[in-house]
């Protein structure tokens, strides 16, 4: 189950990719925007603020994010739905995911998809982290295959969840679409105590934590707080966490 407080501990970090994504989508005015993944909304209102006159919706698989997202009393529609089921009524001007697709192992078919159901000229707007080869990811890795864990979370780990950045452009590139895609390495400088561990309690560990009673858990996360610490070494002005993230703007 999605945690919308531990997910909103680093809110500022995580909504800086969503603004630089939405920021290279050159829709002018457009008549119904999407956002796919919505998570706890926060993020969906700005689009509203982005295209005042557009019908904005927002869907998201977890309950409690779109809990959470209906309590913000935004014009923004928000609906539980799944990103690999989820059908449109009528051709969309403009789809945004912000950080979704990593969870869906069949993404580059629900891009193909997203992409049908653009109305002509529109745009879809992706972003999907890239540091799945980062000491962060490959602790959690070793640590689920060691012989403490391999038992109940060797199944779990997701090994390479996204595509690359040219396998993105080839795969949109299609039909006349313009596509624009980068990568950003954004080096975030966290603070407290194993700070690490919080940003990835809140994304990374969840399927994980999900799969552990509380006494396992709190094992869990004290056995790779420990290795995170090594890969992360605190500094004097704070922890500094790479974080490689994929962008892809897509114009049909």
Known sequence: MWDPVTYAVFADERSRPFVELVSRVGAVDPDYVVDAGCGSGDLTVELAHRWPNATIEGFDASPAMITKARALGSKVRFAVADVTTWRPDR???????????????????????????????????????????????????????????????SDVVRIHP?????????????????????????????????????WVSGTALRPILDRLGPEEQRRFKQDLGRLLAEAYPAKSYGTPFPFRRIFVVAQK
Not at 191 to 197: I, Y
Request: charged letters at 20%.
């Open 91 to 153: 051709p969309v001007d403009v789809i945004v995911s912000n950080a979704v697709l990593q969870w869906v192992p069949e993404n580059r078919a629900v891009l193909e998809h997203w992409m049908e159901e653009l109305a002509p000229g529109g745009w879809l707007a992706f972003q999907v982290p890239g540091n799945f080869e980062a000491p962060s990811h490959v602790a959690i890795r070793e640590l689920c295959a060691s012989r403490a864990w391999s038992d109940k979370l």
């Open 162 to 198: 996204v595509a690359d950045t040219l396998e993105y452009v080839d795969l949109l590139n299609q039909g006349g679409s313009q596509v624009d895609a980068w990568e950003t390495t954004y080096v975030h400088v966290l603070q407290g105590e194993d700070p690490v561990l919080k």
